[in-house]
């Protein structure tokens, strides 16, 4: 027998180096380790006749071999559960839910997922993956998924709503990925809470929309005000100058009537400053609304005496007529609001109604409400204004020369809303409007009207 002088040796020449050893013969072969010399697979001889030879060398280098790559696996599968073990820490302490969804479920769940949701992992993972989005949302979440398992391109991250198991609502942003799940294929989900982020964007659309509705708003006032307040200051400056120039030649019913107009003129420019500063209040949130017991039917007919007197030329044109409540029935209002309210309304249904048409206030009394009817036969309202038509400053295309400020209808909306009611409108180009409001407005005790 043969003995491989580099892996064999004699017990002596380690008893030199080593001192007394008890092996007679020593046989070692070296394992390699992922490429590098990882160790030495040793046998040891106790018997002064045991020489190893090549056959020894061969038969413990395959053992060797063998020995290394069960090293080698065992170190893969340690690093591998290490790494394992560093990855899931990593996926559960993350801010970022993450999900895998496998055959429409949710088969992995990380707690960040859980915390944006509101449901626990078991609760999620026994419903359908769909199971916590809006249901608005749903169609177009299930398409995009269906998109990229089949391979098709999806856009990389996009947004959609869930419910929380609160009922709050919330806007997350979703990016995906194909994997192996199982030996099967799955999809990987990172989601991320945007209703914050989504939030602010909002906010500052508004924000920029409010900006750009307040400028429109000046702009629109300028050229009401410019426009409105010029008949008026002209029937001053002429009426003035008239007075200046001829008062000592003028007769007395000459002079009162002058004198007539400029009041008038007056009044209608304290008239329009008056439903800009409403607006303005409300706009403020400083319109109040403090009821009262009202006689609402005398409280009525004063503002019809009222408007005679202040829309002399114009009501002399038209038919009016009421369909009110007992005059001693009284009601818990606000007689402000509803002066706003009646008054705007009748101001308008008079202004644009023609020569012979009827004008009709109705005051109906509901348990707990009052239903107020204004009808004219005026020029209508096409159906392409109406929606704007309480807007501040809207005037209808159709209302030609005659003379507003579009500020009537939104003080009568205003109004409306802080007196807890609300108004609706039938109107037909060329036949005419009903405006229907309808107040919280219980009757008064007997013993609290005066």
Not at 169 to 174: A, E, I, K, N
Not at 375 to 389: F, K, M
Request: hydrophobic share 40%.
């Amino acid at each position: 027998m043969r003995t491989a002088s580099w892996s064999c040796a004699k017990a002596d020449l380690w008893a030199d180096a080593t001192g007394d050893l008890t092996f007679s013969s020593w046989l070692g072969v070296p394992m390699q380790i992922r490429g590098r010399m990882g160790g030495v697979l040793v046998v040891q001889g106790y018997t002064p006749d045991v020489i190893y030879d090549e056959d020894d060398v061969n038969i413990l280098g395959f053992f060797a071999n063998h020995v290394s790559a069960a090293i080698e696996r065992y170190q893969a599968i340690e690093e591998l559960r290490k790494s394992e073990a560093r990855y899931r820490s990593v996926i559960e302490n993350v801010g970022v839910g993450v999900v895998v969804v496998q055959d429409g479920r949710m088969v992995f769940v990380n707690p960040s997922m859980e915390r944006i949701v509101g449901h626990s992992t078991q609760a999620l993972m026994a419903m359908p993956f769909t199971g916590t989005i809006h249901p608005d949302d749903v169609p177009a979440v299930v398409e995009r998924h269906q998109r990229r398992l089949r391979g098709e391109p999806v856009e990389e991250m996009y947004s959609f709503r869930i419910i929380t198991d609160k009922g709050e609502v919330r806007t997350l942003d979703l990016s995906a990925v194909l994997l192996q799940w199982g030996h099967r294929d799955a999809t990987l989900l990172f989601v991320v809470d945007a209703t914050a982020r989504v939030e602010a964007e909002q906010n500052q659309k508004r924000a920029l929309q409010q900006q750009i509705e307040l400028n429109d708003l000046k702009s629109r006032f300028i050229t009401m005000a410019s426009h409105e307040f010029r008949t008026p200051l002209a029937t001053i400056h002429g009426s003035v100058d008239l007075l200046m120039h001829y008062d000592d030649r003028m007769p007395v019913d000459k002079k009162r009537l002058t004198l007539l107009k400029i009041d008038d003129a007056v009044e209608r420019m304290t008239h329009m400053l008056e439903n800009v500063l409403v607006i303005g209040r409300s706009d403020a949130g400083r319109l109040q609304f403090k009821p009262q017991p009202s006689q609402v039917a005398v409280f009525c007919k004063s503002l019809v005496d009222e408007l005679r007197s202040a829309m002399a030329e114009p009501f002399r044109r038209i038919q009016m007529a009421m369909d009110l409540p007992r005059d001693t029935d009284a009601y818990l209002v606000d007689e402000v609001l509803i002066r706003n309210i009646v008054g705007n309304l009748l101001s308008n249904a008079i202004k644009y109604s023609p020569h012979g048409g009827q004008v009709t206030l109705r005051v109906r009394p509901r348990p707990g409400e009052l239903v107020i009817t204004v009808s004219d036969q005026g020029i209508g309202i096409p159906l392409a204004d109406q929606p704007q038509l309480f807007e501040s400053f809207h005037r209808a295309s159709n209302v030609g020369n005659i003379s507003g400020t579009g500020l009537g209808l939104a003080i009568v909306r205003d109004a409306v809303q802080c007196h807890g009611g609300s108004i609706s409108l039938q109107s037909t180009p060329g036949e005419g409007s009903t405006f229907t409001v309808v107040l919280t407005a219980p009757a008064a005790p007997k013993e609290s009207v005066p």
